[in-house]
């Protein structure tokens, strides 16, 4: 799934390990969301929306629409 993680993370200043103390998972799946390689659980993606303060739509992109 297409997102701006990675774009809204550096502009935080966060490394990947940073991000992922905040959301309470690995380095490695930061990584893999990142690049895409793997799609969030809801639950994750929601837990995103709010580390950033932002509407899950403004992070993911719809593949439905």
């Known amino acids: 799934m297409k997102n701006r993680l ?3 993370r550096v502009e935080r200043g966060w ?4 991000l992922g103390q905040e ?4 380095r490695q799946a930061v990584n893999a969301l ?3 390689k793997h799609d ?4 994750l993606a929601y ?3 709010v580390v950033f303060d932002r509407p ?3 992070i993911f992109e719809n593949p439905h629409a």
């Open 6 to 8: 990675k774009l809204l």
């Open 15 to 18: 490394t990947q390990e940073q």
């Open 23 to 26: 959301l309470g998972v690995s």
């Open 34 to 36: 990142e690049t895409e």
């Open 40 to 43: 969030p659980s809801l639950d």
């Open 47 to 49: 837990r995103i929306a």
């Open 56 to 58: 899950v739509e403004d």
